[in-house]
C-alpha cells in the first residue's frame, strides 16, 4: 500500500513539474511577446506556475517520506528476521562467519536503498510519454529525434544495471571471504603472532581486498558512465531536434525553442535518477536472494535437526 501511494505522489510530481515548463512557461513566454499587456491574466500565469512548483516539491517530499519509512521498517524487519533464524541455529556449518557478518551489515542496507530511491524508476516513462507527445504537437515529426534520444537511454540502463548484478554477485563471495579471514586472524591472533604467520595472512588478506577492489572498481567505471550520460542526453536530444528542424526548413521561434528546451529539462530528472534507481534495485534484487537462501537454509537445518530428533526418540 505505502508502495502505491509512493507511486502515485510520484506521478504526481512528475505530472506538476512537466505542466509548469510545458503550458504555463510557454503561455508566459507568448505573453511577454504581446504588444498589449493584461495584468490579471500575466498574474494568474505567474500564480498557476507557483501553484504547480508547489505541489511539485510537496508531493515529492511525500514521496521521499513514505520511501524512507518503508524503508527502515523493511530494513529492521528483514535484520530482525535475520538475527531471529541465527539465534536459532546451534552451529553455522552452512554459512560462515563472514558471510553471516556480510548478510546483516551490507545487505539490509541495500534493501534500504532499494526500497527508497528504487520506487523513482516509475516516473520516468510516464514524463518520457508526455515529453514526446508534447513536443510532437509543438513541433512536429522532428520532435520525435529528441525523443528517441531519451527513450533509448532506458535500454542503456538495462545493460548497465545487468552489469551492475553481475560485478555484486560477484563482489559478495570476495567480500565474504575477506571477512572470513578477518575473523579468523582476530580469533587466533595468539597463534599467529605465535608461529611468525603475520606476513602470510596479511598477505592473504591483501590479494582478497585487491580482488575486490578491482570487481568494485568494475562497477563503479559502469556507474560512473551511466551518471555521466544523464545530463548530457538534454544537449543531445535539443541540439539534433533544433538541428534537424532547421534544415528541414521549419520554421522556430524563440518561444517553441525555450520550451522544448524546458520540458526536456522536466525530462532529466527522471534520468538522473535512473542510473541510482536501477543500481539500487539490481543490488536489492541481490541481496533478497542472499536473504532467502540464508533463512531458508536456516529453516531446513532446524526442520532437520527436530526430524532427527523425534525419530531417536521413537
Request: hydrophobic share 50%; charged share 15%.
Amino acid at each position: 500500500t505505502r508502495l502505491v501511494i509512493s507511486v502515485i505522489c510520484l506521478m504526481v510530481t512528475m505530472v506538476a513539474g512537466f505542466c509548469g515548463p510545458a503550458f504555463l512557461v510557454k503561455r508566459l513566454l507568448d505573453y511577454t511577446a504581446l504588444n498589449e499587456s493584461n495584468l490579471q491574466y500575466g498574474l494568474l500565469l505567474s500564480l498557476g506556475l507557483f501553484l504547480t512548483e508547489v505541489v511539485r516539491s510537496w508531493s515529492l517530499a511525500m514521496t521521499w517520506a513514505l520511501n524512507y519509512r518503508t524503508a527502515v521498517r523493511l530494513r529492521g524487519a528483514a535484520l530482525t528476521m535475520a538475527f531471529d533464524k541465527i539465534l536459532k541455529l546451534k552451529n553455522i556449518k552452512e554459512k560462515s562467519l563472514g558471510e553471516l557478518v556480510n548478510i546483516c551489515s551490507s545487505d539490509g542496507q541495500r534493501l534500504f536503498e532499494a526500497v527508497a530511491v528504487g520506487s523513482l524508476l516509475a516516473g520516468g516513462p510516464l514524463v518520457a510519454i508526455l515529453g514526446m507527445i508534447y513536443n510532437v504537437i509543438l513541433l512536429g515529426p522532428t520532435a520525435f529525434i529528441g525523443s528517441v534520444i531519451f527513450i533509448l537511454f532506458y535500454p542503456a540502463m538495462m545493460i548497465v544495471s545487468r552489469m551492475t548484478v553481475y560485478f555484486r554477485r560477484q563482489c559478495i563471495s570476495v567480500t565474504d571471504k575477506r571477512i572470513q579471514r578477518m575473523n579468523e586472524v582476530i580469533s587466533y591472533i595468539k597463534f599467529i603472532k605465535m608461529y611468525a604467520w603475520v606476513k602470510a595472512f596479511s598477505q592473504s588478506i591483501l590479494k582478497i581486498r585487491e580482488e575486490e577492489r578491482q570487481i568494485l572498481e568494475y562497477a563503479g567505471y559502469f556507474q560512473s558512465i551511466s551518471v555521466g550520460i544523464a545530463p548530457v542526453v538534454v544537449v543531445i536530444a535539443s541540439v539534433m531536434t533544433f538541428s534537424v528542424h532547421m534544415l528541414l526548413g521549419y520554421d522556430l521561434t524563440a518561444a517553441e525553442a525555450f520550451t522544448v528546451v524546458t520540458v526536456f529539462n522536466a525530462m532529466t530528472f527522471s534520468l538522473k535518477v535512473t542510473p541510482f534507481s536501477v543500481r539500487s534495485l539490481s543490488e536489492g534484487s541481490v541481496a533478497v536472494d542472499r536473504f532467502k537462501v540464508s533463512c531458508s537454509s536456516s529453516i531446513c537445518s532446524i526442520l532437520q535437526k527436530k526430524l532427527s530428533g523425534s525419530v531417536a526418540f521413537d
